[in-house]
Nanobody
Framework: QVQLVESGGGLVQPGGSLRLSCAVS????????IGWFRQAPGKEREGVSC????????YHADSVKGRFTMSRNNAKTMVYLQMNTLKPEDTAVYYC???????????????????WGQGTQVTVSS
């Protein structure tokens, strides 16, 4: 059974940090790129960051560039999103998703992703 389970969300003050984790099971992570997406109330889902299966390609949206980093540990079937200098506009539900056959590339287009987690809430507020 394919599963992606996000964790690490919560309430944080502006300027704070959180690390989101995505635990995957039921498929071989080695062949999948992983993307992080977010959706704020009343807004469309937005691609935030992605990492290729090899880990050699990482992309961040302009809105998070310089503040968010992404990493993966295929042996532990875990992918991480480190979020620093958080802003109120980062408040959203964050989802991880898996893109098959993406050894050297990744994407921030949600319709390309096959498997999705249930999401974790991130709230940035004082």
């Amino acid at each position: 059974q394919v599963q992606l389970v996000e964790s690490g969300g919560g309430l944080v003050q502006p300027g704070g940090s959180l690390r989101l984790s995505c635990a995957v099971s039921g498929f071989t992570l080695d062949y999948y790129a992983i993307g992080w997406f977010r959706q704020a109330p009343g807004k469309e889902r937005e691609g935030v960051s992605c990492i290729s299966a090899s880990g050699g390609t990482i992309y961040h949206a302009d809105s998070v560039k310089g503040r968010f980093t992404m990493s993966r540990n295929n042996a532990k079937t875990m992918v991480y999103l480190q979020m620093n200098t958080l802003k109120p506009e980062d408040t959203a539900v964050y989802y991880c998703a898996a893109l098959p056959r993406a050894i050297y590339h990744c994407s921030v287009f949600s319709n390309e992703y096959t498997y999705w987690g249930q999401g974790t809430q991130v709230t940035v507020s004082s």
